[in-house]
């Protein structure tokens, strides 16, 4: 029977250099001193896919609601260049022909 998986500091960091990018099971190995394998075991266990699952749903919903924030600045910013120019034009025309010409 497998023993049970604990999450250790050198666990954690594998984790993280994960999301990372750029790092093979092999360099990770190297970095903490130890062999792929155990490495690669560790990517095979349950609770190590489990996090990696919640922590990648995590970073999706920071990327979505940053995305949608993004988006709604950027409409805001076009609506109100918008207005800008309306009003500068509507402006304009009045000083031109008076208050009379909406």
Avoid: C, H, N
Wanted: net charge positive; no cysteine.
């Amino acid at each position: 029977m497998a023993r049970p998986f604990r999450w250790t500091p050198a666990k954690e960091q594998a984790l993280a250099w994960t999301f990372q990018g750029g790092w093979t099971q092999t360099r990770m190995a190297a970095q903490l001193g130890i062999t792929r394998r155990t490495v690669e075991g560790w990517t095979r266990r349950k609770a190590w896919r489990s996090r990696a699952e919640t922590i990648a749903a995590e970073r999706q919903a920071r990327w979505d609601t940053e995305r949608t924030a993004k988006r709604q600045r950027e409409a805001d910013a076009r609506r109100a260049e918008a207005e800008a120019l309306l009003s500068s034009d509507l402006a304009a025309i009045q000083a031109k022909y008076g208050r009379w010409a909406r």
